[in-house]
């Protein structure tokens, strides 16, 4: 029976031993953890800053869509986005300021232009434009870095 309670007591001992982390493994973990969330972060950035163009060129669309059938039944494209019965979705108006429509009459034509907010997440990603003929256009401020999306 002695045995046992000095068994006991030893198995005691170890596990008051051997209780939590020492700094340095603490201090590891905390590097490793720093090291993948700045290598992480930059690329959840473009993700977010693509989800957001996408919900901006999602609107332009639907827009032309309005604006074409506003052509149709009205020989005229519309001034404004309210002529056309569409309101810029929140997500978008949180990164995006709306200039509008650019009408010109001869011919009938119409250029619809998405400017990033300045300071937010997508003013490094260029003004976005999509005109009556289909072609869409990021950066369309700046002749040297215009592409289609």
Known sequence: ???????????ASIGS???GFTLIELMVAMAIV??????SYPSYMDYVRKGNRAAAQ????????????HLL??????????????SVPEDVAKHYSVTGFTITS??????LTLTPLS??????????CLANTGER?????????????
């Open 1 to 11: 029976m002695g045995s046992s309670r000095q068994q006991v007591k030893h198995l």
């Open 17 to 19: 031993q051997a209780r």
């Open 34 to 39: 720093g090291v993948l969330v700045a290598l």
């Open 58 to 69: 999602a609107f332009m669309m639907e827009a032309a869509q309005r604006q074409q059938q």
């Open 73 to 86: 039944n009205n020989r005229s494209y519309a001034a404004s986005i309210d002529d056309l019965g569409v």
């Open 106 to 111: 001869s011919p009938s034509a119409f250029v």
């Open 119 to 128: 300071g937010g997440y997508q003013s490094i990603d260029g003004t976005l």
């Open 137 to 149: 256009l990021r950066f369309c401020n700046d002749a040297t870095l215009e592409v289609s999306w």
